[in-house]
């Protein structure tokens, strides 16, 4: 007899079956998704828009009847206005990242080493700024966690390091925003990139996380630096002088800030190019440039090659502003209080009213100031 093979179709059916299965999964997840952002969406849009509660009580340094300095970076604003309630944002800055969305606007930037010779930043904003998007959003780590304490200010990230989480868990002042929980509602995905660099909020869904989070309506009460005004063109530096400083080797995290003495601003450069703002498009722009040094870090006990950096107690300091370099110290007592500058007499240094950007940066750095 001549015997035919049957064809054995079940290689073939559980081939089919693993497939629809992996695009079941893929659908699933992208109209839970889509669900999601469009019931997000729903909940944001109240018909009322974004609504700020004026201030109550605190309303920072009044400067007449109607105005005050405002308390993150003393820029004169209306006295209702003046001390709402800050957030700060962890923010990446990887190469592949830049530009960024929303640095520019943030009332205080600071920068340090995360892993790898890598920065990241923690930029404070105030609510009142409409900030379409802020982004990439990453996650905690512990000496961040000092600086958002000084503020009280809302913290927004996604995840973080054990110890990071630990410090969050075991102090309930601090104000926590976390992405990667049932806060997840204030944050979205950009779609035109990968994860974990698509993170994404706005001024608009921050509020929205203020109010629920009942700090809306509260006067934010930190202790503000010392601003003043504006120096006349006559009393300010050379034009064109630069502050250079690099976190790490290579020129990924090689920084410079070029002064513009007609504007009396500080224009940042990272890696040798203009450092720009997504929002924007412009070249960021600072009035108060401080370089801060601190210890060598060590590795936290994780084995991740995290790193422990220590930014309490004191140390050396550069203030730059006006074209002029002040050479002083910082102090800084506990993680709640602010870190103050110094000059070399022991004088509080006054900034320009505007925002400050601050790089820590551990003491065997060179800062180049020409």
Do not use: C
């Not at 203020?210 to 202790?223: G, I, N, T, W």
């Not at 498009?281 to 995290?306: A, H, W």
């Amino acid at each position: 007899y001549l015997v035919v093979a049957k064809p054995v179709v079940w290689p073939y059916l559980l081939i089919f079956f693993l497939l629809g299965v992996v695009f079941s999964w893929w659908v699933g997840i992208n109209i839970s998704m889509a669900v999601r952002d469009y019931s997000l969406s729903w909940w944001a849009d109240d018909g009322a828009g974004v609504q700020i509660a004026a201030a109550s009580e605190s309303e920072g340094t009044v400067v007449d009847g109607n105005t005050a300095a405002r308390l993150l970076d003393g820029l004169v604003v209306d006295k209702g206005v003046a001390s709402y309630w800050p957030y700060g944002v962890m923010i990446e800055n990887l190469r592949e990242v830049r530009p960024q969305s929303g640095l520019s606007q943030a009332s205080v930037v600071y920068e340090t080493l995360a892993e790898g010779g890598s920065t990241r930043f923690l930029a404070i904003f105030d609510p009142h700024e409409i900030i379409t998007e802020i982004m990439p959003v990453r996650s905690a780590r512990p000496y961040y966690i000092e600086w958002v304490s000084e503020f009280g200010a809302l913290y927004a990230h996604a995840g973080g390091s054990p110890k990071a989480l630990t410090v969050i868990w075991e102090n309930p002042d601090i104000n926590n925003l976390e992405a990667l929980s049932n806060d997840g509602k204030y944050f979205w995905r950009d779609r035109t990139k990968f994860a974990p660099h698509n993170l994404v909020t706005s001024s608009e869904k921050i509020n929205f996380a203020l109010r629920d989070k009942a700090l809306s309506e509260k006067s934010a009460s930190f202790r503000s630096w010392l601003f003043k005004d504006e120096a006349s063109l006559t009393e300010r530096g050379t034009d064109g002088k630069t502050v250079s400083f690099n976190f790490s080797s290579g020129l990924t995290y090689k920084t410079d800030f070029l002064y513009r003495q007609s504007d009396n601003i500080y224009l940042r450069s990272n890696a040798n190019s203009p450092h720009l703002d997504k929002n924007t498009g412009q070249q960021i722009s600072v009035k108060n440039v401080i370089v801060q040094l601190v210890e060598e870090p060590g590795f936290d006990n994780t084995g991740k090659g995290r790193l422990d950096i220590y930014v309490g107690g004191t140390g050396k300091a550069w203030i730059f502003r006006d074209g002029q370099v002040i050479e002083g110290t910082w102090q800084k007592n506990s993680r709640t209080d602010r870190t103050i500058f110094y000059d070399s007499k022991g004088q509080e240094v006054e900034l320009n009213r505007g925002n400050t950007w601050v790089h820590v940066l551990p003491k065997d750095k060179e800062v180049a100031y020409q």
